[in-house]
Nanobody, 123 residues
Framework: VHLEESGGGLVAAGGSLRLSCVVS????????MGWFRQAEGDEREFVAW????????YYANPVKGRFTISRDNAKNTVFLQMNNLKPKDTAVYYC?????????????????WGQGTQVTVSS
């Protein structure tokens, strides 16, 4: 299974970015999908999760109300819309796939990972 993120970049505080993650080589509709981020010197942290049918989602408190996770099963793609970005959102963002049918926030529950995309928010 291969995951490839795109859409990262440099944005001013208050701006928006939309990350995409295309999944190939597996049954995309069978996976729950998550987004994680890792800032320099920090551990990887959970950002958001969406279930296989896109009728359930879950967010970490720091991004709740600003980020939206979605997916398009016809295109094997999961998205992360990020609005009102803050400098503390600066990190490498990773998408990941899990076989678990319920929300899972620990990285160990995810079997497949992308290579990451850098998001930098300037103040």
């Amino acid at each position: 299974v291969h995951l490839e993120e795109s859409g990262g970049g440099l944005v001013a505080a208050g701006g928006s970015l939309r990350l995409s993650c295309v999944v190939s080589g597996g049954e995309f509709e069978n996976y729950g999908m998550g987004w994680f981020r890792q800032a320099e010197g920090d551990e990887r942290e959970f950002v958001a999760w969406i279930n296989w049918s896109a009728d359930e989602s879950y967010y970490a408190n720091p991004v709740k109300g600003r980020f939206t996770i979605s997916r398009d099963n016809a295109k094997n793609t999961v998205f992360l819309q990020m609005n009102n970005l803050k400098p503390k959102d600066t990190a490498v963002y990773y998408c990941a796939a899990t076989d678990y049918r319920t929300v899972v926030r620990g990285p160990d529950f995810y079997d497949h990972w992308g290579q990451g995309t850098q998001v930098t928010v300037s103040s």
